[in-house]
């Protein structure tokens, strides 16, 4: 069980980083742009 608490807050947490860093994005997709 410890291990799904953990795993849902990894996920969890990476994916609000992601919605509040789309600048972050934009820097990546610039990167693979070039």
């Known amino acids: 069980m410890k291990f ?3 795993a849902t807050v990894l996920v969890l947490s990476f994916i609000a980083v992601a919605n509040a ?3 972050r994005n934009l ?4 990167n693979y742009g070039k």
């Open 27 to 30: 820097k990546y997709y610039g």
């Open 21 to 23: 860093s789309p600048w």
């Open 4 to 6: 799904l608490v953990v």
